[in-house]
């Protein structure tokens, strides 16, 4: 039964400004941690550094905050994905605490060869990998 990611942790001091509340920044770290270990748990590849030719670097990230997050807190993390080319993979994400929806956003992050600092296609094997999880 298809299902989302799910990524769990908590909020530490380094998330957060001088209030104790999560800065911006601090957002994307939640991100980023729960599409790394989606791509190493699930499509089962060393995440970013592929191979010596296969590399993905992220060219585009959003973020929409609703609910500020505190030092502490355990977050959720509901992680989707859009294939959006043979290139590119737009990462969706939900943030909650408890039901309380804390932020959303989105990671787009695109496969390169590092030789030549350029995008390729996604190989079809890591490719055929993104499949059985929902979309929002």
Known sequence: MPQYFIYRDYVRIYDTDAQGIVHY????????????????????IAYPLVNENLWFVIVESHAEY???????????????????????????????????EIAQ???VQ??????????????PEVLSRFKGFLQF
Do not use: C
């Open 66 to 100: 609703k609910k500020p997050a505190k030092i502490g807190d355990e977050l959720s993390v509901y992680l989707s994905y859009e294939v959006v080319s043979e290139k590119a993979i737009k990462f969706k994400f939900l943030l909650r605490r408890d039901e309380d």
């Open 105 to 107: 956003g989105h990671l």
């Open 110 to 123: 695109v496969a390169i060869n590092p030789k030549e600092w350029k995008s390729i296609p996604i190989p």
């Open 25 to 44: 920044a601090g957002y994307y770290r939640f991100f980023t941690n729960a599409m790394e270990r989606f791509m190493e748990q699930e499509i089962r």
